[in-house]
Nanobody
Framework: QVQLVESGGGLVQAGGSLRLSCAAS????????MKWFRQGPGKEREFVAA????????NYKDSVKGRFTISRDNAKNTVYLQMNSLKPEDMAVYYC????????????WGPGTQVTVSS
């Protein structure tokens, strides 16, 4: 069982930055691919970024490439999402998730953290 808790969301002006964190419980954190998803108002949940078990491979949604950076610290059981040059269309509830592989559906989800971007 893995429990995930996101933090770091908030209100930011367009062009600003936020750093999201996701703390995981348990001793198996390094055996999970970690991912970030988001769900904007009236939209379906969508993939944002993923990072491999040891952090040597990352994947991003095209629209966030060059602006967002996913990273992880297995010693702290934490995954991060650094978001720069935020746009109003980035406004959403951001969720972290744990899955066994890059192509597998998440086994565990966090409750989400709200990111609001004002124009």
């Amino acid at each position: 069982q893995v429990q995930l808790v996101e933090s770091g969301g908030g209100l930011v002006q367009a062009g600003g930055s936020l750093r999201l964190s996701c703390a995981a419980s348990g001793r198996t954190f390094s055996t999970y691919y970690m991912k970030w998803f988001r769900q904007g108002p009236g939209k379906e949940r969508e993939f944002v970024a993923a990072i491999s078990w040891w952090g040597d491979s990352t994947n991003y949604k095209d629209s966030v490439k060059g602006r967002f950076t996913i990273s992880r610290d297995n010693a702290k059981n934490t995954v991060y999402l650094q978001m720069n040059s935020l746009k109003p269309e980035d406004m959403a509830v951001y969720y972290c998730a744990a899955s066994r592989g890059i192509a597998t559906s998440p086994d565990y989800w966090g409750p989400g953290t709200q990111v609001t971007v004002s124009s």
